[in-house]
């Protein structure tokens, strides 16, 4: 069996990783020239952490990541509304992890080509279109740097190509376009002083009007990234998105310059990152089927959503190695079937959920009921509503770590 894996992102290269661990050939392809550490900071859930250790990762993610203490909800004063323990804290066997999007990337590249060989991804290579045979899929590329067409033959073709993905396009032609909530993310990375104990997830006021995210990702110097959302417009269908566009600090600091907390100086966190990347929070509905015969979707390509459970990245995660143990029990015809079933089942109630934003919706009704912050929180929320929030937080993030814990290996040899 032979996968041809469109996308070198994180999902595409976990595909890559556990489809070899499973002994199944496989190449990736990638429009981008070269594969370089672009983007900003990202959180990897416990279950996927499981996932990478059992490919012998977990070693690398832990010498690039900052293991998460804990999560911690706030007002714009920073006044703690909720603080939940994170990872093995959280009772998980294995950590959480704030790491670098780009060296993650980097990681698993790397590991990639030790364990495949050099030729296993090729960039430069963008999908066209692709055409299903009785025997396997056949893909139409062009060298983005010749012009050059390019064809290459598989028994599974996988679009892990994002967002914009082209073989969704292919397979989904009146898919219809990007839906927006109205809120705009800037983003970035500075270096700056520990907060609080260092390890901590700090997510301050609500994006109903504006919001903050804080978290290190990194175990040797002190970088700290921040996500910057803020309400603007009301929403609606947008038809493109642009994540490497430049963002400015004239457009995002005015919303935070007066938000100086005890604990971070958010104007000052803001203004020293030396790059600012900004777009708008948007998502897809779901899927009522993904692919069709050998053709298959995995991560954004399949089920973009919200980024306000820290959860997308994992989920790609978790579809690679799902899709690995799918082929590998079911073979090239049935597998991609089984593993849209397990997977489709699982993420489609995460893709609404981050819609919910019910974290959000709490924190909002601590501003209206104590717009000048508050000394102890239950002064402010009854229990039922701080148990109704933690509630929340689950749905669009964890696993039952009982669960996780004790679920076999998806490993297959």
């Not at 996932?51 to 832990?62: N, Q, S, Y």
């Not at 323990?85 to 790397?110: D, N």
Request: charged share 20%; glycine share 10%; aromatic share 6%.
């Amino acid at each position: 069996m032979r996968v041809l894996i469109v996308g070198a992102g994180i999902g595409g290269l976990s595909a890559a990783l556990s489809l070899h661990a499973a002994g199944i050939d496989c190449v990736v392809v990638d429009a981008a020239a070269e594969l370089r550490p672009l983007g900003v900071g990202i959180n990897l859930q416990p279950h996927a952490v499981r996932e990478l250790t059992e490919l012998g990762l977990g070693e690398r993610i832990e010498a690039i990541g900052v293991s998460t203490s804990f999560q911690v909800y706030t007002d714009r004063f920073g006044c703690a509304i909720l603080s939940l323990p994170r990872g093995r804290g959280a009772g998980y066997m294995w950590p959480q992890y704030s790491v670098h999007r780009g060296l993650l990337q980097m990681t698993l590249l790397e590991a990639v080509c030790e364990r495949l060989g050099d030729k296993a991804v090729r960039a430069g290579l963008a999908l066209r279109d692709f055409t299903e045979t009785p025997d396997g899929v056949v893909a139409s590329l062009r060298d983005t740097l010749t012009g050059e067409p390019v064809e290459l033959t598989a028994d599974v073709l996988v679009g892990a190509d994002g967002i914009h993905s082209t073989v969704r396009s292919r397979l989904h032609p009146d898919d219809g376009p990007l839906l927006w909530n109205g809120v705009r993310i800037w983003r970035g990375i500075t270096e700056i002083r520990p907060f609080l104990d260092g390890r901590t997830l700090a997510v301050i006021g609500s994006n109903s009007s504006r919001k903050l995210v804080a978290f290190p990702i990194s175990p040797g110097r002190p970088l700290v990234n921040w996500v910057a959302e803020v309400k603007v417009a009301p929403g609606g269908p947008l038809f493109a998105a642009d994540w490497s566009r430049e963002g400015c600090l004239e457009e995002v600091l005015p919303h935070f310059a007066d938000w100086f907390l005890p604990w971070l100086d958010v104007p000052g966190l803001l203004a020293g990152a030396e790059r600012i990347l900004e777009y708008p929070m948007v998502d897809r509905e779901p899927l009522p089927w993904w692919g069709r015969g050998r053709v298959t979707l995995l991560g954004d390509a399949a089920h973009p959503m919200y980024p306000v459970g820290s959860n997308g990245g994992s989920q790609a995660v978790l579809d690679a190695r799902m899709l690995a143990r799918c082929l590998a029990l079911y073979g090239p015809v049935e597998g991609p079937a089984a593993y849209e079933e397990d997977r489709r089942t699982a993420t489609t109630p995460l893709v609404l959920a981050n819609r919910e934003m019910p974290i959000d919706k709490t924190v909002a009704l601590v501003t209206e009921r104590a717009p000048l912050g508050f000394h102890d929180i239950s002064e402010v929320l009854t229990p039922a509503e701080m148990a109704e929030m933690a509630a929340g937080q689950r749905r669009i993030t964890d696993m039952d770590a009982r669960f996780l814990n004790e679920r076999p290996s998806w490993s297959v040899s």
